[in-house]
């Protein structure tokens, strides 16, 4: 199995930065592409930012202003993954959440966390 938890969110200026985290731990090996979701309420869930063997892509929404980064353990027991927000803008408050997407002996699935909440405001 694979848990994820998510930190990092809260309450900042327009024009700031903010950078969650998502520590995933568990059978690591058998996850390939991992990202971070968002959704605000009344809204569709939008893939913010997905990192797959090194390989980035990004809605156009946050396209350079975003950047997703992977980190993970020799042994392959934990994987940590970063979102670094900047510039930040009010149309980015949203229920931010890791995802993780099963591969090999976990194929077909797909592994979430708790979310954590970004807002951006005055």
């Known amino acids: 199995q694979v848990q994820l938890v998510e930190s990092g969110g809260g309450l900042v200026q327009p024009g700031g930065s903010l950078r969650l985290s998502c520590v995933a731990s568990g059978s690591m090996l058998n996850i390939g592409a991992m990202g971070w979701y968002r959704q605000d309420p009344g809204k569709e869930r939008e893939l913010v930012a997905q990192?797959?063997?090194?390989?980035?892509?990004?809605?156009?929404s946050v396209l350079g202003r975003f950047t997703i980064s992977r980190d993970i353990a020799t042994d392959g027991a934990k994987s940590v993954v970063n979102l670094e927000m900047r510039n930040l803008k009010p149309e980015d408050t949203a229920l931010y959440s890791c995802?993780?997407?099963?591969?090999?002996?976990?194929?077909?699935?797909?592994?979430w966390g708790q979310g954590t909440q970004v807002t951006v405001a005055s």
């Open positions: 990192i797959d063997e090194g390989i980035t892509r990004y809605s156009d």
């Open positions: 995802n993780g997407r099963g591969i090999k002996r976990l194929r077909g699935r797909e592994f």
